[in-house]
Structures are given as structure tokens and as C-alpha cells.
């Protein structure tokens, strides 16, 4: 049976998602946070997005990967964006912890992303997968994505072009978790905005140059 990649469901909800980053990344492109991945509940995408989106999962391409947000940047939507801008432009990703995504490649098999993420860095690594934690067909998969991977690692856009779309999605989700937390400790204890210290750096103060 034919595997799909990058799609499962929640533990907490059962609501169906799609993984756009397996991972969380700092500006050099490194892990920082193994812990969350960004994903998209697929059944709150606009509906004109939907077939676009899925096409863009079941594709070719978006199967020889492991990382979906490569095909997401050169996949487009009915408008003519490109899914992975648009998906930032509209804040349709959310910061989901990997053990809370079952991912779920067949009715066959389940696997927490937070497993599969270790799993794969072991094979990464060259080393052998723990016995008794995954089927044969986990393996197998696996290993298909890593060879995919291998393969395509490149996907015609350059290394800087798919830092800057790792922080901007990162930086929509710190935005909206942050006018979150605004929100709730203003019900919670309403202060006055005007007299809320503002963001940014402070004005530079201007100082006469008093000579004796």
C-alpha cells in the first residue's frame, strides 16, 4: 500500500494536519528547538486553497521529501501565491509540540513525529534505528525519505532563500502567541495602552555640547 507523507492527526484533538517544518530553526538555519514543529489543520484551509494544497502533498516532489516546506515554496495556489508565503501571510501555521502529531503515512501505521524526527536523525547519522520501536514499513519509509532526500536536497532554491522563509513563519508564530498573551493578561488586568511603554529602541536624546 502506498504510503503519503507528511500528513497526520493530532493526539489531543484528532483534528488532521499537515507538517510544513519537522523542526524549529535559528537565522543560520540550525535546529533550535526540537520539541515543535509548524503545521497546518487542513480542514480550516480556505476552500478554494484545498486542492492546491493536497496536490501539492500527494505531488511527486512533495513526496521525495521529508521537508515539505521545500515543495510549499515553489508550489503555488489559485491566486498565484506561493503556498509557504501565503501560509505565513495568513497565519495559517501553528507551533504544535512534535509529540502531540500522529503521524499517520497509512492506516497501518502511526508514528509520533517526535519519534519519526529521531528516527530519521539516526539514519542521518548512518546508525541503526532502536529494534522494536518502528515496523518493517517505518524503516522502509525511512529510509525512502532519506535516499529522496538525498536526491533533491537542492529543489532549485538557494540556501539563504529557505532561511529567511524558515524565519519569517517562525516569526509569525512568536507574533501571534505574542498578541495572544496581550490579549488574555488584558482581560485578566486591563492597563491603560497609551501609557504602555512602546516597542523598538528608544529615540536617540539629543544633548548640547556644553564646552567651558
Known sequence: MAMTKHVGRLVSTGKKVAV??????????????????LAVDTDALPNM???????????????DTIDFYEVCMRKTLPDGRF????????????????NDIMMEPDKQVRITLSDLNEQLALIDKGESEPSGNL?????????????????????????????????RSQANMLRTDAEKMEEEAQMLHPVDVE???????????????VTG
Not at 522502509?140 to 522563509?165: C, F, H, K, P, S
Open 20 to 37: 510544513i517544518f519537522r523542526y524549529m530553526y535559528d537565522d543560520e538555519g540550525k535546529v533550535t528547538d526540537k520539541t515543535h514543529a
Open 49 to 63: 486553497w484545498v486542492d492546491s494544497f493536497m496536490d501539492a502533498v500527494l505531488s511527486t516532489e512533495g513526496q
Open 83 to 98: 503556498i509557504l508565503p501565503a501560509l505565513v501571510q495568513e497565519g495559517r501555521m501553528r507551533k504544535i509540540r512534535t
Open 135 to 167: 515496523t518493517s514499513a517505518d524503516a522502509i519509509e525511512m529510509v525512502d525519505n532519506r535516499e529522496a532526500t538525498g536526491a533533491n536536497n537542492t529543489l532549485g532554491q538557494t540556501e539563504q532563500e529557505t532561511r529567511a522563509w524558515q524565519l
Open 195 to 209: 501609557a504602555k511603554p512602546k516597542r523598538g529602541r528608544p529615540k536617540k536624546v539629543e544633548t548640547a555640547d
